[in-house]
């Protein structure tokens, strides 16, 4: 595959970003990647300042002044995080064709313009752990970008690596899960790891394969005396196509409540990353309900990357996601 890769990456300086980089070098990510380092300088920067009315008070002019100068105090900081994170990307990966930014902007929101002026394959930000109240109250930057941007999101929490790497995939039947299993296949692994795939079967995923157009149908068979049938035939599916890639496989079907199953799977078995394919909802639904991508990515004690189908663009990816 010639096409570069792109990856943007979100950076402040702060612990939680230090260990973005860090986990790039677990991420399996290919040789050929164009990267932007992106640090928000969160302020508002004015325009260049026309000439002045006579009758504007000198004291606005000076406020204005002032103000001005500060953000871009501010933005040449930004300036400085963003290079130095690039010294160490081009050091721990001298192949990449890495750059930096920093707009003057609210960090989510800088993220979000720029992959849609810029599409990325994939957004790289940390996650601060906001406890569940403050998440409801303020958000966080990790959060509103899983839920906004069109393109895979990998949320990472500092963690300690161990050898061999154990990676836990989600299945659900849907084109996020399936996107999430070639882009695990496709990825450059270190020799060893494991894989732990993992089938939740929860009354919403049963009931949906009823639907004519559903994806999981294709694992339906005359016969089948019930569910578990048709799981285990998509799960031994999905885990040879791991195995052709030169994984290790194992697989667990399990019934419940995938947003809870996923995570304590992810602990039990110790794992360093979640992979998952992106199912949410949209709007007031998705405030009220939440989807599993999103309530992993902000349960998950460990990193957790949100996989989206890349044929998807924005707009089919809004229908699919309604569905």
Same mark, same amino acid.
């Given at each position: 595959? /010639?096409?570069?890769?792109?990856?943007?990456?979100?950076?402040? %300086?702060?612990?939680?970003?230090?260990?973005?980089?860090?986990?790039?070098?677990?991420?399996?990510?290919?040789?050929?990647?164009?990267?932007?380092?992106?640090?928000?300088?969160?302020?508002?920067?004015?325009?260049?300042?026309?000439?002045?009315?006579?009758?504007?008070?000198?004291?606005?002019?000076?406020?204005?002044?002032?103000?001005?100068?500060?953000?871009?105090?501010?933005?040449?900081?930004?300036?400085?995080?963003?290079?130095?994170?690039?010294?160490?990307?081009?050091?721990?990966?001298? /192949?990449?064709?890495?750059?930096?930014?920093?707009?003057?902007? !609210?960090?989510?929101?800088?993220?979000?313009?720029?992959?849609?002026?810029?599409?990325? /394959?994939?957004?790289?930000? %940390?996650?601060?752990?906001?406890?569940?109240? +403050? !998440?409801?109250?303020? %958000?966080?930057?990790?959060?509103?970008?899983?839920?906004?941007?069109?393109? !895979?999101?990998?949320?990472?929490?500092?963690?300690?690596?161990?050898?061999?790497?154990?990676?836990?995939?989600?299945?659900?039947?849907?084109?996020?899960?399936?996107?999430?299993?070639?882009?695990? @296949?496709?990825?450059?692994?270190?020799?060893?790891?494991?894989?732990?795939?993992?089938?939740?079967?929860?009354?919403?995923?049963?009931?949906?394969?009823?639907?004519?157009?559903?994806?999981?149908?294709?694992?339906?068979?005359? #016969?089948?005396?019930?569910?578990?049938?048709?799981?285990?035939?998509?799960?031994?599916?999905?885990? #040879?196509?791991?195995?052709?890639?030169?994984?290790?496989?194992?697989?667990?079907?399990?019934?419940?409540?995938?947003?809870?199953?996923?995570? +304590?799977?992810?602990?039990?078995?110790?794992? /360093?990353?979640?992979?998952? #394919?992106?199912?949410?909802?949209?709007?007031?639904?998705?405030?009220?309900?939440?989807?599993?991508?999103?309530?992993?990515? @902000?349960?998950?004690?460990?990193?957790? +990357?949100?996989?989206?189908?890349?044929?998807?663009?924005? %707009?089919?990816?809004?229908?699919?996601?309604?569905?």
């Amino acid at each position: 595959m /010639d096409k570069h890769m792109r990856i943007l990456i979100a950076y402040d %300086g702060s612990s939680h970003a230090k260990a973005v980089l860090e986990d790039l070098k677990w991420a399996g990510l290919p040789p050929k990647v164009e990267a932007v380092v992106l640090t928000a300088a969160d302020v508002w920067l004015l325009p260049e300042p026309k000439p002045a009315s006579p009758s504007v008070p000198a004291s606005v002019i000076a406020a204005a002044e002032k103000s001005r100068r500060q953000a871009q105090q501010a933005v040449r900081a930004a300036e400085i995080l963003a290079e130095a994170a690039c010294q160490q990307l081009r050091a721990d990966f001298p /192949d990449w064709q890495v750059r930096a930014e920093a707009p003057a902007d !609210s960090p989510a929101w800088a993220i979000i313009k720029k992959c849609e002026a810029w599409p990325a /394959d994939l957004v790289v930000v %940390g996650s601060r752990g906001l406890s569940n109240l +403050e !998440s409801l109250i303020l %958000g966080s930057v990790s959060q509103k970008v899983v839920t906004e941007v069109g393109c !895979s999101v990998r949320v990472v929490r500092p963690q300690a690596r161990r050898e061999p790497l154990c990676l836990l995939v989600g299945l659900d039947g849907s084109p996020g899960a399936d996107a999430a299993i070639r882009t695990v @296949a496709e990825r450059r692994w270190p020799a060893g790891v494991q894989i732990h795939l993992v089938t939740v079967a929860d009354p919403r995923m049963l009931t949906a394969i009823a639907a004519p157009d559903h994806p999981a149908r294709q694992w339906l068979q005359a #016969g089948d005396e019930n569910e578990w049938a048709w799981l285990h035939r998509m799960s031994e599916a999905a885990a #040879g196509k791991l195995e052709a890639a030169g994984l290790k496989v194992s697989t667990l079907i399990a019934s419940g409540d995938p947003k809870q199953i996923l995570v +304590e799977e992810a602990e039990a078995c110790d794992a /360093d990353c979640i992979f998952v #394919g992106a199912r949410g909802h949209r709007g007031l639904q998705r405030l009220l309900l939440g989807s599993v991508a999103t309530a992993v990515a @902000a349960r998950a004690g460990c990193t957790v +990357e949100v996989v989206r189908p890349k044929a998807l663009t924005q %707009g089919e990816m809004g229908e699919k996601e309604n569905r």
